[in-house]
């Protein structure tokens, strides 16, 4: 069952109000700071039941973490239809590209799309993995049939971020099912789904239910977007149980890399889905209102369903980048081999506007 409906109220559109008073006043902008616009951050902030719960968890700050982990195990369980001993907490990715590449060997591949996230890729590379970049299709999506094509035997696992990133792009979700069936029967299979509660429909597609259907297959999620976490790093995987054991057990996840507060705020974020509604409604319809000023104005860009845009302004990003920078607004890193391509975070509609105004009067015709 999706975690949609488990824990939290309806899916309309609700309005900035509504969802300015439940963000923390910390999450507003002054007008003379700059406009951060570059990580993929939540501007809305948390639920507004995390502050008190990070309140209630202060006297728990004098002791180590010995049990209180599994009341937060148990709702992400509960939240994924999954059983305890599938849960990995934390912000895994670069761990568990450690550990992969650690087991694999010198001679241990790791394929990925490029350019992508890489903070999988990037644990396995120092360690001595062989990474294998297979560039984006046409559309700027995960280009399915070529990755296939580039999995061998000594392929230790396949990193797929879906909605990707920098694109914000997604998949079909049959053509991906049918696709993660496949390949996770010739590797290990790691789906990042960190931006997956921003599109349309999360149920039909999240690869958790192949999960729990026994494929060999982990799905990440992180609390650093939708649920504004950032600050916390908080995270966790749904695995099979033999691989999370096996993490597990080289201290992947364990209780003492954990702490108090951050067990207390994400319990607090996951079980307030009505605020994830909210902010996934206000996150579109600022992505709307970008994607229809950049298609007035003919420039390319993705079919973006993260909460950030990806667009070609006919400057160099580093150009374009300098500039906003300079007037107080700062974007996303540079992608190559798309050196001409930008990403935006969709930030408070106010510091949308400002920064659509500002990419539009100094980009130029493409």
């Given at each position: 069952?999706?975690?949609?409906?488990?824990?939290?109220?309806?899916?309309?559109?609700?309005?900035?109000?509504?969802?300015?008073?439940?963000?923390?006043?910390?999450?507003?902008?002054?007008?003379?700071?700059?406009?951060?616009?570059?990580?993929?951050?939540?501007?809305?902030?948390?639920?507004?039941?995390?502050?008190?719960?990070?309140?209630?968890?202060?006297?728990?700050?004098?002791r180590y973490v010995e049990g209180e982990q599994n009341d937060l195990i148990a709702v992400i369980a509960a939240l994924e239809g999954v059983n305890p001993d599938q849960i990995i907490l934390g912000e895994v990715l670069a761990p568990l590209g450690l550990q992969l590449a650690l087991k694999g060997g010198a001679a241990s591949r790791f394929v990925y799309s490029a350019p992508g996230y890489a903070g999988f890729t990037d644990a396995a590379a120092a360690v001595g993995g062989r990474i294998v970049g297979v560039p984006l299709n046409d559309r700027l999506e995960n280009d399915l049939p070529a990755l296939l094509a580039a999995l061998e035997d000594r392929t230790e696992a396949l990193?797929?971020?879906?909605?990707?990133?920098?694109?914000?792009?997604?998949?079909?979700?049959?053509?991906?099912?049918?696709?993660?069936?496949?390949?996770?029967?010739?590797?290990?299979?790691?789906?990042?789904?960190?931006?997956?509660?921003?599109?349309?429909?999360?149920?039909?597609?999240?690869?958790?239910?192949?999960?729990?259907?026994?494929?060999?297959?982990?799905?990440?999620?992180?609390?650093?977007?939708?649920?504004?976490?950032?600050?916390?790093?908080?995270?966790?995987?749904?695995?099979?149980?033999?691989?999370?054991?096996?993490?597990?057990?080289?201290?992947?996840?364990?209780?003492?890399?954990?702490?108090?507060?951050?067990?207390?705020?994400?319990?607090?974020?996951?079980?307030?889905?009505?605020?994830?509604?909210?902010?996934?409604?206000?996150?579109?319809?600022?992505?709307?209102?970008?994607?229809?000023?950049?298609?007035?104005?003919?420039?390319?860009?993705?079919?973006?369903?993260?909460?950030?845009?990806?667009?070609?302004?006919?400057?160099?990003?580093?150009?374009?980048?300098?500039?906003?920078?300079?007037?107080?607004?700062?974007?996303?890193?540079?992608?190559?081999?798309?050196?001409?391509?930008?990403?935006?975070?969709?930030?408070?509609?106010?510091?949308?506007?400002?920064?659509?105004?500002?990419?539009?009067?100094?980009?130029?015709?493409?």
């Amino acid at each position: 069952m999706s975690r949609r409906f488990l824990l939290g109220g309806g899916t309309g559109l609700a309005g900035a109000a509504l969802l300015g008073s439940a963000a923390p006043a910390t999450a507003r902008q002054t007008s003379s700071a700059p406009i951060r616009l570059s990580l993929n951050e939540n501007p809305w902030g948390p639920s507004p039941t995390v502050e008190p719960a990070i309140r209630s968890a202060l006297g728990r700050v004098n002791r180590y973490v010995e049990g209180e982990q599994n009341d937060l195990i148990a709702v992400i369980a509960a939240l994924e239809g999954v059983n305890p001993d599938q849960i990995i907490l934390g912000e895994v990715l670069a761990p568990l590209g450690l550990q992969l590449a650690l087991k694999g060997g010198a001679a241990s591949r790791f394929v990925y799309s490029a350019p992508g996230y890489a903070g999988f890729t990037d644990a396995a590379a120092a360690v001595g993995g062989r990474i294998v970049g297979v560039p984006l299709n046409d559309r700027l999506e995960n280009d399915l049939p070529a990755l296939l094509a580039a999995l061998e035997d000594r392929t230790e696992a396949l990193f797929l971020v879906n909605p990707h990133n920098p694109s914000g792009t997604v998949s079909d979700p049959a053509a991906l099912r049918a696709y993660l069936l496949e390949a996770s029967a010739k590797t290990l299979v790691i789906v990042d789904e960190a931006y997956l509660e921003y599109t349309d429909d999360f149920a039909g597609r999240t690869a958790v239910g192949l999960v729990r259907d026994g494929a060999n297959l982990v799905v990440f999620r992180t609390l650093a977007k939708v649920y504004g976490l950032a600050g916390l790093q908080a995270g966790y995987a749904v695995a099979p149980a033999a691989l999370a054991s096996e993490l597990k057990a080289k201290g992947v996840g364990a209780p003492h890399s954990l702490d108090q507060l951050t067990l207390a705020a994400s319990t607090a974020a996951l079980t307030d889905q009505a605020h994830v509604h909210r902010v996934a409604a206000e996150t579109a319809r600022e992505r709307d209102l970008w994607h229809a000023e950049l298609d007035a104005r003919g420039w390319p860009r993705t079919q973006s369903r993260a909460n950030f845009v990806f667009f070609r302004s006919g400057r160099p990003h580093a150009e374009l980048a300098a500039a906003l920078a300079a007037e107080g607004i700062i974007v996303g890193r540079a992608n190559p081999p798309l050196t001409d391509w930008t990403r935006v975070t969709l930030g408070l509609p106010e510091e949308n506007r400002r920064a659509r105004e500002a990419v539009l009067r100094l980009g130029r015709a493409v």
